[in-house]
């Protein structure tokens, strides 16, 4: 069964770093999202991509964070300079439109020391 | 923001018999509602969904119940197994005024099946 997959599926930063999150989502899939969970809170809606480019964001979303989709397969979030509060598994999820069920990936956890 | 609200955070119940997990929603815009279930260390899982024109969809040993007057609804498993144990997700979408996908989260509920 297709899947959406995730790298890395751990990574540790020190405040102030760069970090990238990769994503490769279900191949006849249109739509691109990216949300996170901070432990022991609810799944956050961060981000959501069509036709390369951002059809919507949450206000979570801020100027820290980017998203990119490379090439015909891959789709990334960045984080600029990560803070403290930026830990949190980060999920990716694809969808074949902009209606229906998403399908997520296994997260990336990152964690910001 | 709790416009998706899941107030029991746990429930427990015996091999076989039925779980019921509720969810509680207040954004009337709300048209598109589907049940995650997420193991430890996986994302979620779609389950289940359900349009706001319907009021019950069955897939199976899990049925979704919709009152949109109550703004409520509910996920059957009947009967339920071990393999059962979980967090269950309530998520809700509003595609009258957006088709981007984005989906609001409850809190979730730990779902425990005692064999």
């Known amino acids: ?113 | 923001d709790q416009q998706v609200k899941q107030n029991s955070p746990s429930l427990s119940v015996q091999e076989g018999r039925i779980s019921i997990l509720n969810c509680d929603y207040t954004n009337s815009m709300f048209d598109y509602f589907l049940w995650y279930k997420k193991y430890p260390a996986e994302g979620p899982t779609f389950l289940i969904s359900i349009s706001s024109i319907k009021d019950k969809n069955e897939d199976g040993r899990f049925t979704v119940f919709l009152n949109k007057s109550a703004k409520h609804l509910s996920l059957h498993i009947v009967p339920s197994q071990p393999g059962d144990s979980a967090v269950y997700f309530c998520a809700a979408s509003d595609h009258g005024s957006s088709n981007t996908g984005k989906l609001i989260f409850g809190q979730g509920t730990t779902l425990q099946v005692k064999p």
């Open chain 1, 1 to 113: 069964e297709p899947e959406v997959t995730q790298t890395p599926s751990h990574q540790v930063t020190q405040m102030g770093q760069e970090v990238i999150l990769r994503c490769v989502p279900i191949s006849n899939h249109l739509y691109f999202y990216w949300y996170r969970q901070i432990l022991g809170q609810k799944v956050e809606f961060l981000v959501s991509f069509y036709n390369n480019e951002i059809s919507e964001k949450s206000e979570i979303f801020d100027d820290q964070f980017s998203v990119e989709r490379p090439d015909g397969s891959n789709f990334t979030l960045k984080i600029r300079s990560t803070k403290l509060e930026d830990s949190a598994m980060y999920f990716c999820a694809s969808s074949e439109r902009g209606t229906g069920e998403l399908f997520f990936g296994e997260g990336s956890r990152l964690t910001v020391l």
